[in-house]
């Protein structure tokens, strides 16, 4: 009763003001600045302090709310873009096209301004009616590249090593510590990760600015750009200075162009939610691993796996899994996954929750940027799953892992003795490398727990377990290549995965997202050296701890360099 009457107060209140708005002047185009290093969907919930010590930039679930407001403007005619300093993947530059055609469908004209564009910002610029550049200003190298530094020989400089076991070729997610080089199962991998991505690219923009593809590939080869040599190519449509823009969108009379900042209050306010039904939202991001969910005390400041990003506890993510189930006003759950993997327990006893949850109500998967390993293997009690064409997601297998450093502690004059009982610990022990016998051992365990991750596979995406080893063995996907082998259900972001989690559930299309809080969550510790120091010695105790993971190789490079 008490959340009916705050509902109505609260409905009350925002119909009067977006009342008095209707006779409040209205810019003629909307001047939108992107910038930051968005999240796909809305923080989760933060104390006091954590939005101070962590602020957020505006993510791009808030960004399409923004951009539905002004498609539902009247006295609007549209909207000038502005990317700035602003970080994203392929997979979130996919995302913002699709809200741009939205807008432009709403009867939006969509421009784009900007003093510089890297390949996520030409791609989102691409889908809009004219790219804007300033005076000055340059299109840069259009393309993907993957780096990927190998610290085999430095490391054993140091007198350390990591020794792994793993099920296939294609699982190399520890590559980087293990190698000196590149193999040629992970090139070829690398190699066809960059083609889907390039596809993707080319024939984005080929639909963005009516060219065909041979014409986006001879555009490519000709960046970076400068000036009128990018008008000339077709790279962008006119060179002007922020300050000109009016003029340029009204002709003989200057349109009145306003910042969002400025004018956003004068825009009608979505309506408050009602009470009663919702769908849960769950996450899984960063790290999978076991114990509770944590994040760094602030923004992170080195983009390294493992170390710095969050992680999602099984712990936390259980007993928000069994609220779930005992919630009646919860009809359907959407599980957003952005994750590379981590620990295979932990993996096993989130599917098991989940598994439990889907048993009484629909379960959609939504990948992120990234979902593969662990991020998949979490994945498969879902009903159905949504992914990006540009998902990075797959790598069915199973790693292991321990560190050596015994010539480390002997260069340091240090010595380093071993009482025990019963059989010795193979894991623990970081005297020496696996023995053969240890190896043995140790892949008989992971062979076990790949036996396990393709049964899952294969009873959720009803393939046979000889169709799932083929795709499997540590390959990873883009979503598109994933769609192709039976892994997805379908590519689209969280408005397709919602529209068909309210299908499954004979929900009416105005039934809310709610986020599921974090259970016994602690505040945020401040962000000072020791805070950080803590939380990095724990996480890099994660991947040569000797326990099996699930870990997209992926996971352990930032995504494709924009060139």
């Given at each position: 009763?008490?959340?009916?009457?705050?509902?109505?107060?609260?409905?009350?209140?925002?119909?009067?003001?977006?009342?008095?708005?209707?006779?409040?002047p209205?810019?003629?185009?909307?001047?939108?600045?992107?910038?930051?290093?968005p999240?796909?969907?809305?923080?989760?919930?933060?104390?006091?302090?954590?939005?101070r010590?962590?602020?957020?930039d505006?993510?791009?679930q808030e960004?399409?709310?923004?951009?539905?407001?002004?498609?539902a403007?009247?006295g609007?005619?549209?909207?000038?873009?502005?990317?700035?300093?602003?970080?994203?993947?392929?997979?979130?530059?996919?995302?913002?096209?699709?809200?741009?055609?939205?807008?432009?469908?709403?009867g939006?004209?969509?421009f784009?301004?900007?003093a510089?564009?890297d390949t996520?910002?030409?791609?989102?610029?691409?889908?809009?009616?004219k790219?804007l550049?300033?005076?000055g200003?340059?299109v840069?190298?259009?393309g993907?590249?993957?780096?990927?530094?190998f610290?085999?020989?430095?490391?054993?400089?140091?007198?350390?090593?990591?020794?792994?076991?793993?099920?296939?070729?294609y699982?190399?997610?520890?590559?980087?510590?293990?190698?000196?080089?590149?193999?040629?199962?992970?090139r070829?991998?690398?190699e066809?990760?960059l083609?889907?991505?390039?596809?993707?690219?080319?024939?984005?923009?080929?639909r963005?600015?009516?060219?065909t593809?041979?014409?986006?590939?001879?555009?490519?080869?000709?960046?970076?750009?400068?000036?009128?040599?990018?008008?000339?190519?077709?790279?962008?449509?006119?060179?002007?200075?922020?300050?000109?823009?009016?003029?340029?969108?009204?002709?003989?009379?200057?349109?009145?162009l306003?910042?969002?900042?400025?004018?956003s209050?004068?825009?009608?306010r979505?309506?408050?939610?009602?009470?009663?039904?919702?769908?849960?939202?769950?996450?899984?991001?960063?790290?999978?691993?076991?114990?509770?969910?944590?994040?760094?005390?602030?923004?992170?400041?080195?983009?390294?796996?493992?170390?710095?990003?969050?992680r999602?506890?099984?712990?936390?993510?259980?007993?928000?899994?069994?609220?779930?189930?005992?919630?009646r006003?919860?009809?359907?759950?959407?599980?957003?996954?952005?994750?590379g993997?981590?620990?295979?327990?932990?993996?096993?006893a989130?599917?098991?929750?989940?598994?439990?949850?889907?048993?009484?109500k629909?379960v959609?998967?939504?990948?992120?940027?990234?979902?593969?390993?662990?991020?998949?293997y979490v994945?498969?009690?879902?009903?159905?799953?949504?992914?990006?064409?540009?998902t990075?997601?797959?790598s069915?297998g199973v790693?292991?892992?321990?560190?050596?450093?015994?010539?480390?502690?002997?260069?340091?004059?240090?010595?380093r003795?071993?009482v025990?009982?019963?059989?010795?610990?193979?894991?623990?022990?970081?005297?020496?490398?696996?023995?053969?016998?240890?190896?043995?051992?140790?892949?008989?365990?992971?062979?076990?727990?790949?036996?396990?991750?393709i049964?899952?596979?294969?009873?959720?995406?009803?393939?046979?377990?000889?169709?799932?080893?083929?795709?499997?063995?540590g390959?990873?996907?883009?979503?598109?290549?994933?769609?192709?082998?039976?892994?997805v259900?379908?590519?689209?972001?969280?408005?397709?995965?919602l529209?068909?989690?309210?299908?499954?559930?004979k929900?009416?299309?105005?039934?809310?997202?709610?986020e599921?809080p974090?259970?016994?969550?602690?505040?945020?510790?401040?962000?000072?050296?020791?805070?950080?120091?803590?939380?990095?010695?724990?996480?890099?105790?994660?991947?040569?701890n000797?326990r099996?993971?699930?870990?997209d190789?992926?996971f352990?490079?930032?995504?494709?360099?924009?060139?």
């Amino acid at each position: 009763m008490f959340s009916w009457l705050v509902y109505l107060v609260r409905l009350c209140f925002i119909s009067a003001g977006n009342l008095l708005k209707k006779g409040m002047p209205s810019p003629d185009y909307v001047f939108y600045t992107l910038q930051g290093h968005p999240a796909d969907l809305k923080a989760a919930p933060q104390s006091f302090l954590e939005k101070r010590m962590r602020p957020r930039d505006r993510s791009l679930q808030e960004i399409e709310t923004d951009f539905r407001r002004i498609a539902a403007a009247p006295g609007v005619k549209g909207i000038i873009l502005h990317p700035v300093n602003f970080t994203l993947s392929f997979s979130q530059a996919q995302s913002l096209m699709d809200m741009i055609k939205k807008l432009r469908e709403a009867g939006k004209e969509v421009f784009t301004w900007a003093a510089a564009y890297d390949t996520a910002a030409f791609c989102l610029a691409a889908a809009g009616e004219k790219i804007l550049l300033q005076e000055g200003g340059a299109v840069y190298s259009l393309g993907f590249a993957s780096r990927q530094l190998f610290m085999k020989n430095a490391l054993q400089w140091c007198g350390i090593e990591l020794d792994a076991v793993r099920v296939g070729p294609y699982k190399t997610a520890l590559d980087r510590y293990t190698h000196a080089r590149m193999s040629e199962e992970a090139r070829r991998m690398t190699e066809w990760l960059l083609d889907s991505h390039y596809k993707q690219l080319v024939e984005a923009i080929a639909r963005g600015r009516k060219m065909t593809t041979e014409e986006v590939g001879a555009l490519i080869e000709k960046t970076p750009l400068c000036g009128e040599k990018a008008v000339n190519a077709g790279a962008v449509d006119k060179i002007i200075n922020a300050e000109d823009l009016p003029g340029y969108l009204g002709g003989s009379k200057p349109v009145r162009l306003v910042a969002w900042e400025e004018c956003s209050r004068t825009f009608s306010r979505p309506l408050p939610l009602k009470p009663g039904k919702f769908i849960a939202l769950l996450r899984v991001e960063g790290s999978i691993v076991e114990g509770y969910s944590s994040r760094p005390p602030s923004r992170p400041p080195l983009p390294l796996p493992f170390l710095f990003n969050e992680r999602t506890g099984h712990l936390t993510f259980v007993r928000q899994a069994r609220q779930i189930r005992k919630n009646r006003r919860i009809k359907a759950v959407l599980l957003y996954i952005n994750s590379g993997g981590g620990s295979a327990a932990a993996s096993e006893a989130i599917w098991a929750a989940l598994d439990k949850v889907a048993a009484q109500k629909p379960v959609v998967a939504l990948m992120g940027s990234v979902a593969g390993s662990g991020g998949y293997y979490v994945a498969t009690p879902a009903l159905y799953i949504v992914a990006r064409p540009s998902t990075i997601t797959g790598s069915i297998g199973v790693i292991m892992a321990k560190v050596v450093d015994s010539r480390l502690l002997n260069r340091l004059l240090l010595k380093r003795e071993t009482v025990f009982r019963g059989e010795k610990d193979l894991f623990a022990s970081t005297d020496e490398p696996f023995t053969d016998e240890e190896r043995k051992k140790a892949r008989a365990l992971i062979d076990d727990i790949y036996t396990l991750f393709i049964r899952r596979v294969s009873d959720s995406r009803s393939l046979t377990a000889e169709e799932v080893e083929n795709i499997g063995g540590g390959r990873v996907w883009t979503g598109e290549q994933a769609l192709g082998h039976g892994l997805v259900d379908k590519l689209g972001g969280l408005e397709t995965a919602l529209s068909h989690l309210r299908d499954l559930a004979k929900l009416p299309a105005g039934t809310p997202l709610v986020e599921m809080p974090l259970p016994g969550r602690e505040t945020a510790p401040p962000p000072v050296a020791s805070s950080w120091l803590n939380y990095a010695l724990e996480g890099l105790s994660l991947p040569g701890n000797g326990r099996a993971l699930l870990v997209d190789p992926l996971f352990f490079f930032r995504p494709p360099d924009r060139e």
